[in-house]
């Protein structure tokens, strides 16, 4: 049962199969140990198809959440890749501000009180200063949507340059302050591009609504195994419980999607990632 007594630990989607049901995902977080999961809204067609799902259909995940004892307090909203804020093209930028709204109803429909933004200007064109102005003309807007449903839109620690720190991150929230406008670091991606990690986090605490727990290494941003990078798992945890954080942490992988697995066998697998990442936690001196 989800308890505000200890910092919830998280489970992202996509690490189960996607062709598992959502009871059968449920059933797999539960058994592995998860408080939540992050649902995914990403650029595919069918991902992007949930922002308009029907009241009816809404209700029906709401009840099998309610039976399962699973909530979605954040959702992982990538489909902004495909149709970003800074596309210099205006019906991209049309579509992109059409999923945020879309996204920001479903989120209050589902209970979800984060959204994670990818926060790219652009990531299929070419980028400049016209597509940064364009990203930031168009947060604006999206955070105006949010603050008036009380939904927090936070940006993630990206896997390029453009939004790849924290001290990056903190230029645009003060462009755009808002108590609904927020960082959301992916520790992983912050390894390959913040010089000193505990600096990062620091400088951003004040900000920060959650955490991605991913392994990467250099210049390999996913589909790692947790332990198979070079992440420096203790030394963040150590840096976080230092800050005293006491916000949600959220493990980010990937199934392997080209066989079928069991409901067990998908436990198994993230269970053994979330026993990693809390053994390091716990030998950075953090209370679980």
Not at 134 to 157: P, S
Not at 217 to 224: A, E, H, I, Q, T
Not at 241 to 257: I, P, R, S, T, V
């Amino acid at each position: 049962m989800y308890s505000i007594r200890k910092n919830p630990i998280g489970i992202y989607e996509k690490a189960l199969p996607n062709a598992f049901s959502w009871e059968e995902k449920f059933k797999a977080a539960k058994l592995a140990g998860f408080d939540y999961m992050e649902i995914s809204v990403d650029e595919s067609d069918e991902r992007l198809a949930r922002l308009d799902w029907s009241d009816e259909e809404i209700e029906n995940l709401r009840s099998l959440m309610r039976r399962e004892g699973m909530v979605f307090p954040t959702m992982c909203l990538s489909g902004h890749r495909k149709y970003p804020f800074g596309s210099k093209n205006p019906e991209t930028r049309q579509r992109a501000m059409e999923i945020m709204e879309k996204a920001i109803v479903l989120a209050v429909k589902l209970g979800v009180r984060c959204i994670q933004l990818a926060a790219y200007d652009v990531y299929y064109e070419p980028a400049d200063e016209e597509t940064d102005a364009l990203f930031v003309a168009g947060m604006k807007e999206a955070v105006k949507m949010a603050a008036r449903a009380g939904v927090v839109l936070a940006m993630e620690i990206m896997d390029t340059p453009y939004m790849g720190t924290i001290s990056r991150a903190m230029e645009y929230l003060k462009k755009i302050p808002s108590p609904y406008f927020k960082v959301y670091p992916d520790i992983g991606n912050l390894s390959n591009f913040a010089d000193n990690v505990p600096q990062e986090l620091a400088l951003g605490m004040g900000e920060i609504v959650a955490i991605h727990v991913k392994e990467t290494k250099p210049g390999v941003f996913r589909d790692l195994e947790f332990g198979e990078g070079t992440v420096d798992f203790e030394g963040i945890f150590k840096a976080l419980h230092e800050l005293d954080y006491q916000g949600m942490f959220l493990l980010e992988m990937w199934a392997d999607n080209t066989h079928g697995q069991s409901v067990e066998e998908a436990a198994e697998r993230i269970e053994r990632a979330r026993k990693y990442v809390t053994n390091k936690m716990k030998q950075a001196g953090m209370v679980l």
